[in-house]
């Protein structure tokens, strides 16, 4: 046998080996030509000789595969590089004083996969250390963060505060805005400067980026967005009860017109959870991560909770980005059941925005049913599930939440905004962790009281296949994360509920939405057009007049008429009414992102909440109101408003009528 591999391989062809010789000349010329000390190994780029002799742009070699490459494909390295992949071609790693660098074509993702291991090994062995700590000690021997050195105070800083200080008290006048608004109006600024003023365009900001896709720009745009709006505005106070349209029994998506109250109680309970990472962020100058982890762990152990892991801001570990979020447990004070949240934020810096608008989709198996026997195909929101995958790899929050489970702990995934849809896709992939048996060997920690046994539990779809274990999700403002597909199973397997507050904007961001916006706003830009020149000559005579009776600011009083002549007051010109509305293509959406769970939807109506218990179906949720409440609807306080308020009018005690009084008439003086 051995004889004929021998043989076969001596008739090699004598064309192919010429071939193979000629290919490895090739590639030594090439290095040779390039290593004239002016050519990048990385990108070939070819620096001129008066580049090299000033310094401007020269060749560094990379300290991991000792290529010669240009400061572009250059990067600082973040982390300490690894003994075994050093490869500088002159210095020791010892020796070498400077800032590291390496190539980012080639070295960087095996050095961001070595420092990405390097990392969650890190935070298993930290936050398992803790974890077992509680387990075995419980909560009274349980360490807690000690509260970290304080820093100075500057004379900036606290003069950067007044100025806030003194913007609310200007704010808090009252007519402020207002006169704002005329003195703009009367320096030339037109409806524009208006809406300007009262804060609509920082409001409708993250709206009109989308609606730019759809043809909707411009100061155009926004006004004809603006008055679109009003006149929903205006409908709504015509028609009282219009805000409940679509909320009936029968209608398409509602599940049960008034919501059971024990939903409510059931998420209400974790309102506060939802808020813990914001009220957790102190100001300058205690805004740092440690002075925030300490701060959040006084928070929770009001309630009895001891912090087990927290990562307090959003952040980008070596290309990846991942919320903030924090994993507390005890020992319930009433009914002493072992309880456990893993707490996600919202979004607050631009970590979190940048992982909003990042609205590609990725496929997803979502394993339904009481085993997780049914495997749903569909689609997940990408950022989304790599933030939700961040948390559960690499801060080993998995594996955290695997030992909980195995301890008997109830666990719940609790967020706002970013945070609700990260808290549904986590609890989507518990569900394939407990199906496909990763960690299967734990075993319960047991406490030194012998609380906790340990206890032989068959594989979650085995031969004795047990229930996967419930971890659900709750969420306030949960933006579109999965697909219908995946949602309709979430609803079935009932692992989510989502809190939506009346107009909230962030439920309603998905394309289909966008674009059905952008229709209605471009055929009502007729009526916007008529409504806004209405507007801008009644408020020039606003203006006229309040120049001639007040202080106009730049325009003074004795020479009102001619200073109001010279600014252009009589020649203001709204170049946003007559341009002509362009044409848009309505394009072909693919299955859209929906909200996931049951949906509690709360709508205020005749100075009162209701809540509708409903699922992504509901028309309300398929179209969106662009007025100014809506990014105010989306915040937690909001939420908890409502929820309280509801609370309060349901468990009202009525006044009990007082005692029946019956005249009588005294026998003697024959009065009553």
């Not at 400061?71 to 020791?92: F, Q, R, Y």
Request: proline share 5%; charged share 25%.
């Amino acid at each position: 046998m051995f004889s004929k591999a021998l043989s076969a391989a001596k008739n090699v062809s004598a064309s192919a080996i010429d071939s193979s010789k000629r290919a490895v000349d090739q590639t030594k010329q090439k290095l040779a030509e390039i290593d004239d000390g002016n050519t990048c190994r990385s990108c070939g780029k070819v620096l001129s000789t008066t580049l090299a002799m000033t310094n401007i742009s020269t060749l560094h070699a990379c300290c991991t595969c000792g290529l010669m490459c240009c400061n572009d494909c250059l990067m600082e390295s973040p982390g300490e590089i690894p003994d075994e992949l050093w490869a500088h071609p002159t210095l020791k790693k010892e020796a070498y004083k400077k800032k590291v660098k390496f190539c980012k074509n080639k070295c960087r993702d095996r050095l961001f996969a070595f420092w990405m291991k390097q990392f969650a090994d890190e935070n298993r062995e930290k936050y398992l250390e803790a974890l077992h700590f509680f387990l075995r000690n419980g909560a009274e021997t349980f360490p807690t963060l000690s509260k970290p050195k304080g820093l100075e105070d500057s004379k900036l800083r606290k003069a950067m505060r007044m100025m806030v200080l003194a913007e609310y008290a200007a704010e808090a006048v009252g007519y402020d805005i207002y006169l704002k608004a005329l003195k703009l109006f009367a320096a030339g600024g037109g409806m524009m400067g208006i809406l300007l003023q009262n804060n609509y365009v920082a409001m409708m900001y993250p709206l009109m980026g989308l609606l730019k896709d759809f043809g909707i720009t411009g100061p155009n745009g926004l006004l004809r967005v603006f008055y679109y709006a009003s006149s929903i505005e205006l409908y709504r106070k015509l028609n009282f009860d219009s805000v409940l349209e679509g909320h009936r029994a029968g209608d398409i998506g509602v599940i049960a017109e008034k919501c059971p109250m024990d939903i409510l109680d059931y998420v209400g309970r974790y309102a506060a959870p939802a808020q813990w990472l914001y009220s957790a962020k102190l100001p300058e100058p205690h805004d740092e991560d440690d002075w925030t982890s300490w701060y959040l762990s006084r928070i929770v152990s009001k309630d009895g909770w001891s912090l087990v892991a927290v990562s307090p801001s959003a952040s980008v570990h070596f290309g990846a980005k991942c919320p903030a979020f924090a994993l507390v447990v005890r020992q319930h004070p009433v009914t002493n059941k072992p309880e456990a949240i893993l707490a996600i934020r919202g979004t607050q810096s631009a970590v979190d925005w940048s992982i909003n608008v990042d609205d590609k989709m990725v496929p997803y198996t979502y394993h339904s049913g009481q085993y997780g026997e049914k495997a749903v195909q569909g689609s997940v929101h990408k950022a989304m599930m790599e933030g939700a995958l961040k948390i559960l790899d690499t801060f080993a929050m998995r594996e955290c939440i695997h030992q909980l489970v195995k301890n008997g702990y109830d666990v719940k995934i609790v967020g706002h905004s970013l945070g609700a849809a990260t808290a549904c896709l986590i609890a989507c992939e518990l569900r394939s962790g407990f199906f496909e048996k990763k960690f299967e060997d734990l075993q319960p920690v047991t406490a030194l009281d012998g609380k906790y046994q340990e206890e032989e539990v068959p594989p979650a779809g085995g031969a004795n296949a047990v229930p996967v274990p419930w971890i659900p999700a709750v969420g306030f403002g949960t933006p579109p994360c999965v697909d219908e597909c995946i949602g309709d199973a979430i609803l079935t397997d009932n692992l989510m509920v989502s809190v939506v507050h009346c107009d909230d904007i962030v439920p309603r961001l998905s394309r289909p939405n966008i674009q059905k916006l952008a229709i209605d706003v471009n055929n009502y830009a007729a009526e916007a057009t008529k409504y806004q020149q209405e507007d801008t000559k009644t408020f020039e005579e606003y203006a006229k007049n309040y120049g001639l009776a007040g202080d106009m600011g730049d325009v003074d009083e004795e020479e009102g008429g001619q200073k109001r002549a010279e600014i252009g007051i009589e020649t203001v010109v709204e170049t946003t009414v007559d341009e002509p509305v362009k044409e848009m293509k309505i394009v072909e959406m693919d299955l859209p992102l929906v909200v996931p769970g049951k949906i509690v939807h709360l709508t205020f109506c005749n100075a009162s909440y209701n809540a509708t218990l409903c699922d992504h179906r509901l028309a309300a949720l398929r179209s969106i109101a662009p007025l100014t409440c809506v990014v105010k609807n989306h915040e937690m306080s909001e939420h908890i408003e409502a929820l309280r308020s509801m609370k309060l009018k349901e468990s009202t005690v009525p006044i009990r009528d007082g005692p029946t009084w019956e005249p009588v008439m005294d026998p003697n003086s024959k009065a009553w």
